[in-house]
């Protein structure tokens, strides 16, 4: 077998993982060369963000606990001038995607390195892509003031992430592996990474769902999460991410439900175009078709399979449409508006690959 020729740029950024390692958090501040965090949270997320600020005790600058998808523009601006307030010269970000995205928008005006402590499957916490949305558009761009220095993956903080949530969430990181495979800039290192991170997240679902306090399960999970999102952000997506965004900032749908939908239908899409990749998925998944495993693995274990079903309504579809041909972008396959309109009313209907 002959190697391509390829690029490869290796990411300085620390990672620990291992359950309890959220003990060494303030270790890990120190090793940052931090003395004030602003720790980040949702709302609903406030009683572990209290929980890490006492455990920082005076080295917790406060808590912010306004994090939402999508990260509006007005919160972003809100929560830098919290942190400028404040004295922070750092900032914690604990939970999923929406609170890691509101890190890298301070991190991204305001230079502070960030520490992410990931409760869920999102992978966000190992790119330096961030997205902010302002006037009903969701904006993406990449710069490595963002990524976080440092990540703390202790499975244990997982253990209460409810089944649905779980599920959701770890198809949205085999969306970043599956896309990673078949990207323009794609490499034999990352294809590694994705094909096991989708892999151990084929095998961690399925067994969250049946035991969703297994620690070995959400240790899987986690693990693949880590994979997955170190291939994100070392490597271009493609049709799927576009769509997601587009449906996403321009009609508020929940992200990782979103991906879940969405991603079986993009494959679909791609899958001759991109015949290595899909084999490589379909292969983690146990399965013939890759388009069409990531669909059963999300009908299967209880996760939404419709746009119709989360709020999308069919009289945005052409919009939606519009807005996914909007500034080209690469993709194994070219960007045909029937197809994509036709891809689109699939998802929202629900339809299996």
């Given at each position: 077998m002959t190697i391509p020729p390829f690029v490869y740029n290796s990411v300085p950024q620390r990672v620990v993982f291992g359950a309890g390692s959220l003990q060494h958090l303030a270790r890990e501040i120190d090793a940052l060369g931090a003395r004030r965090a602003l720790v980040l949270s949702t709302p609903e997320q406030r009683?572990?963000?209290?929980?890490?600020?006492?455990?920082?005790?005076?080295?917790?600058?406060?808590?912010?606990?306004?994090?939402v998808m999508h990260v509006p523009?007005?919160?972003?601006?809100?929560?830098?001038?919290?942190?400028?307030?404040?004295?922070?010269?750092?900032?914690?970000?604990?939970?999923?995607?929406?609170?890691?995205?509101?890190?890298?928008?301070?991190?991204l005006d305001s230079g502070?390195?960030?520490?992410?402590?990931p409760t869920t499957y999102a992978g966000s916490e190992m790119t330096p892509i961030y997205g902010i949305t302002e006037a009903g558009m969701k904006?993406?761009?990449?710069?490595?003031?963002?990524l976080p220095r440092t990540v703390i993956y202790d499975p244990e903080l997982s253990l209460s992430l409810p089944v649905g949530i779980s599920v959701t969430s770890g198809i949205n990181a085999i969306a970043h592996a599956a896309e990673?495979?078949?990207?323009?800039?794609?490499?034999?290192?990352?294809?590694?990474?994705?094909?096991e991170g989708i892999a151990a997240l084929g095998r961690?679902?399925?067994a969250i769902r049946a035991t969703p306090h297994d620690p070995g399960a959400r240790s899987d999970a986690l693990y693949g999460a880590w994979l997955c999102g170190t291939v994100l952000g070392n490597v271009g997506m493609a049709l799927h991410h576009k769509l997601c965004?587009?449906?996403?900032?321009?009609?508020?749908?929940p992200h990782a439900e979103t991906h879940t939908i969405v991603?079986?239908?993009?494959?679909?899409?791609?899958?001759?175009?991109?015949?290595?990749?899909m084999a490589r998925i379909a292969k983690a998944l146990g399965g013939s078709s890759a388009a069409q495993a990531v669909y059963d693995l999300a009908r299967d274990n209880g996760a939404p399979v419709a746009l119709r079903d989360i709020g999308m309504k069919e009289s945005d579809l052409d919009l939606a449409c519009e807005h996914a041909l909007k500034n080209q972008y690469p993709n194994p396959r070219p960007l045909e508006r029937a197809a994509i309109r036709a891809l689109l009313q699939d998802a929202w209907e629900g339809a299996r690959p």
């Open positions: 009683p572990q963000a209290e929980r890490v600020a006492d455990m920082l005790g005076s080295h917790a600058a406060g808590v912010f606990d306004r994090a523009i007005e919160t972003a601006r809100e929560a830098r001038e919290v942190a400028a307030r404040l004295g922070a010269d750092c900032a914690v970000a604990i939970g999923g995607g929406s609170t890691t995205g509101l890190g890298k928008a301070i991190a502070l390195p960030i520490l992410a402590i904006k993406t761009g990449k710069d490595f003031r963002v990673g495979l078949y990207a323009v800039d794609s490499n034999p290192i990352m294809d590694l990474m994705a094909q961690a679902l399925p965004h587009t449906l996403g900032g321009s009609f508020n749908l991603l079986p239908h993009a494959l679909a899409y791609n899958a001759e175009a991109a015949p290595q990749a």
